[in-house]
């Protein structure tokens, strides 16, 4: 294994994610964990497991607890989702990123440069935690939802854009005898329209979509989100990692190669492709 | 201000005192004697000194929507409460609102009028679409006469056509002088910040018409052209020159500023200052009444898009810009409206950065301060 050359730190509103890169910009070590209400020793236990017994490197931190990362240089996630999408794809393009508490939507140019970004506003409803807080209501773990929405008949329509009333929502269809699956179907497709609508506001949507973040893990709302922008969309490899290898590529003096396979992945559903489309499609 | 504030404290009973909106024809009334009183600016001071959640919280326990501007809610709050970092401020005998800025004024203070039960008089300004007809200007003309013999009434003075010219006057080249202090910061560097000139131009809002007003401008363009003459920046070391839209962010100007001038970005010039010199410029002294309803009905929000976009492409290309921030103001509708569109025209045309930032001008309520930094960050770290 080649020595790692920088850190990356993502130190998210659900997870916190460190990786080690080596000199070709490929991740060598990564760590992913449900954040910790005290970030310092968190970030410092993680940082360590990916150090290894490695020399100091720089780290580069994103993500809100990023100025809370002794150390490191603060760069923002749009900045890093960018870097660290456009080192696994080489290509322009729309990347959305989404994470537990905000979704993001960046236009990559031809050298992978932010054009243009949009995000959510003070709320939360087109986010993970959205599908975090009504999943739990419906006491439906995450390994089940891809199943779960394949097997729904039909989405049941959940009109509230609101994270707080799509729960109260969701309990009324629960108490009318709609069914579960159909009930999640429903929320996967109200939340990809909202979205898909965040998207369509930048100021030009155009060419291939990309898909980063933790909710990319999701396959029922890569789907969704397919369905409805009407193209393909291609989760990059490691999409919940894509911060933190953003963060490193940052950090890197010289920014390596653009390696458009990633390292082994074992975050990712789909190993052996460098950028996967839906594997699932309800309809 | 302090004097005009400190002043308006004991106007009430000496003087008439009108309460007026920010782009009434206040040059009608100052020769007959009347304390102008701005609740826009009195709720700018009390967002500034982030009052605005508590001044709100009293009108929207009268029933006040949270969703009406925070301007609007920031004074009848204030009305409500008697609370004011102005100490006192003096009750109208007449409250005189233009709806060359929003609709929402005539609803605010038609809620005035009721709880001080004093006349109110409505300037209504037709929208424009590319430029106003004729009879448009004709209808505006005859409210101002008519606003006139109300003023006369309610001062029990009597006109004095010499004296409204004088104002007028004074008016024009207050607003000329103004003009020439925001046309320093074409200079590289700019010798100060849009966020200094949105604090600077309280006098061409609310003194329009005085020598204090005039006086003012004289020793700040003075000032600024000897800054440039020095090259003092407004930020350390500008690197890159931006513009702003819309109404500034009063509670939070301090942080945005130095987020900005810490990474050497200055905004350099925005459309809600440049109203006023652009406005104001057009006043006739040799037409009082006709050239007021000339200016006041073409106002930036009272025109169409169009006019908006040819505006800000104007400042982008006149003040050397790299980037522009477009405040949507959840308080200011009519600002606000459009500016998807004008986010990817100026874009598109002059290929800059355009970001569009969510916010309030006065509520803090209505402003995520840890995603506007955050979104504001990457806008800048695009520029690298």
């Known amino acids: ?283 | 201000m302090t004097v005009h504030y400190m002043q308006g404290r004991y106007a009430d009973g000496a003087v008439p005192v009108a309460w007026v909106t920010s782009g009434f024809p206040v040059e009608i009334l100052r020769p007959l004697g009347f304390h102008a009183v701005y609740p826009e600016n009195h709720a700018a001071l009390c967002g500034v000194q982030r009052l605005v959640p508590a001044l709100s919280e009293a009108a929207e326990a009268e029933g006040y929507s949270r969703d009406l501007c925070s301007y609007a809610r920031t004074d009848l709050g204030s009305v409500i409460t008697g609370r004011t970092p102005a100490g006192r401020l003096p009750r109208p005998d007449l409250l005189a609102c233009c709806t060359n800025i929003c609709q929402t004024v005539l609803y605010w203070y038609r809620a005035l009028a009721e709880r001080f039960q004093v006349p109110l008089v409505v300037v209504d300004t037709p929208y424009v679409y590319g430029a106003a007809k004729p009879h448009h200007l004709t209808y505006v003309k005859a409210q101002l006469e008519e606003l006139v013999r109300v003023a006369e009434r309610i001062s029990h003075r009597r006109a004095d056509p010499e004296a409204l010219v004088e104002v007028t006057r004074k008016a024009k080249a207050g607003a000329d002088l103004w003009g020439e202090c925001l046309a320093q910061g074409r200079h590289r560097p700019a010798p100060w910040t849009a966020i200094d000139g949105f604090f600077h131009m309280a006098p061409i809002v609310s003194l329009r018409g005085s020598d204090a007003c005039n006086a003012y401008y004289r020793l700040l363009r003075d000032e600024l052209a000897d800054r440039v003459r020095r090259g003092i920046g407004g930020v350390r070391d500008e690197r890159h020159r931006l513009l702003w839209d819309n109404l500034p962010i009063w509670f939070a100007t301090r942080e945005l500023s130095t987020l900005f001038a810490e990474r050497g970005f200055n905004f350099v010039c925005t459309s809600y200052t440049n109203a006023w010199a652009e406005a104001g410029s057009g006043i006739d002294p040799a037409d009082p009444l006709g050239s007021a309803a000339t200016v006041y009905t073409h106002v930036l929000l009272n025109q169409d898009l169009p006019n908006r976009l040819a505006v800000l492409r104007r400042l982008a290309r006149d003040y050397g810009v790299d980037g522009a921030v477009l405040h949507s103001d959840r308080s200011c509708k009519p600002y606000s409206i459009g500016q998807v569109d004008l986010r990817a025209r100026l874009a598109a045309e002059l290929g800059i950065r355009v970001l569009l930032l969510e916010a309030d001008h006065s509520d803090p309520r209505a402003y995520a301060s840890e995603p506007g930094e955050n979104r504001l960050a990457a806008f800048m770290e695009g520029f690298a």
Not at chain 1, 119 to 131: E, S, V, Y
Not at chain 1, 219 to 241: H, N, T, Y
Not at chain 1, 242 to 251: D, E, M, P, Q, Y
Request: neutral net charge; contains cysteine.
């Open chain 1, 1 to 283: 294994m080649s020595a790692a050359v920088a850190i990356g730190v993502d130190v998210g509103s659900t997870t916190c994610k460190v990786v080690a890169i080596g000199n070709d910009g490929r991740i060598l070590a990564r760590v992913v964990e449900p954040i910790d209400p005290r970030i310092d020793p968190q970030v410092e236990r993680l940082v360590e497991a990916v150090r290894g017994a490695g020399a100091e490197v720089p780290i580069g931190a994103t993500g809100y607890g990023r100025k809370r990362v002794k150390g490191a240089r603060a760069v923002t996630e749009i900045t890093c989702h960018a870097r660290g999408a456009f080192a696994c794809t080489g290509r322009a393009g729309v990347l959305i990123d989404m994470g537990g508490q905000d979704t993001k939507v960046i236009r990559l140019g031809a050298a992978g440069e932010v054009l243009d970004f949009a995000m959510n506003d003070k709320c939360a409803a087109g986010t993970g935690r959205f599908l975090e807080v009504i999943l739990g209501r419906l006491r439906v773990s995450f390994a089940d939802v891809a199943g779960l929405v394949a097997r729904a008949a039909r989405p049941v329509a959940v009109s509230s854009t609101c994270t707080v009333f799509a729960e109260s929502e969701v309990i009324s269809l629960v108490a009318a005898g709609e069914p579960c699956e159909g009930i999640v179907r429903g929320l996967h497709h109200a939340l990809a329209l909202r979205v898909a609508a965040l998207a369509r506001g930048t100021a030009s949507f155009d060419g291939e979509v990309f898909m980063s973040g933790g909710v990319a893990l999701n396959p029922a709302m890569v789907s969704a989100l397919q369905e409805a922008l009407g193209r393909p969309v291609c989760v990059v490899p490691e999409p919940q990692l894509v911060g933190a290898l953003g963060a490193a590529l940052a950090v890197v003096r010289r920014s390596p190669p653009a390696s458009r396979d990633a390292p082994s992945r074992p975050h990712s559903p789909s190993p052996d492709a460098a950028c996967r489309t839906a594997v699932s499609d309800p309809e």
